[in-house]
């Protein structure tokens, strides 16, 4: 099976800087398209930014220029270098990533990590 581990969340004040990590591991054939996303309380999930197995990335506006999503294909692993950080970026943050696995490497699908916790606060 396929796992997705994300890691560096926590606590931080306005102003600072967290580097988020997504470690997808198990019978992976390839890893297509990868993606951050993040839910407040009380709000749906939303899309934070995304990156091609070739390396092109988009970002929601809410976060250009703050935000850097890149990934490591040797390692199967996504990062979100998240600065200038602000309250309104608190939320539960998901790694996402539509992949194929050894078992049906023609048909990809999406996986979804468990999420980790930013809370931006004084």
């Known amino acids: 099976q396929v796992q997705l581990v994300e890691s560096g969340g926590g606590l931080v004040q306005p102003g600072g800087s967290l580097r988020l990590s997504c470690a997808a591991s198990?019978?992976?054939?390839?890893?297509?398209?990868m993606a951050w996303y993040r839910q407040a309380p009380g709000s749906q999930r939303e899309l934070v930014a995304r990156i091609t197995s070739g390396g092109k990335t988009n970002y929601a506006d809410s976060v250009k220029d703050r935000f850097t999503i890149s990934r490591d294909n040797a390692k199967n692993t996504m990062y979100l270098q998240m600065n200038s950080l602000k309250p309104e970026d608190t939320a539960v943050y998901y790694c996402?990533?539509?992949?194929?696995?050894?078992?049906?490497?023609?048909?990809?699908?999406?996986?979804w990590g468990q999420g980790t916790q930013v809370t931006v606060s004084s």
């Open positions: 198990g019978t992976i054939f390839s890893i297509y398209g």
């Open positions: 996402n990533a539509n992949l194929s696995t050894w078992n049906s490497y023609r048909i990809s699908q999406n996986y």
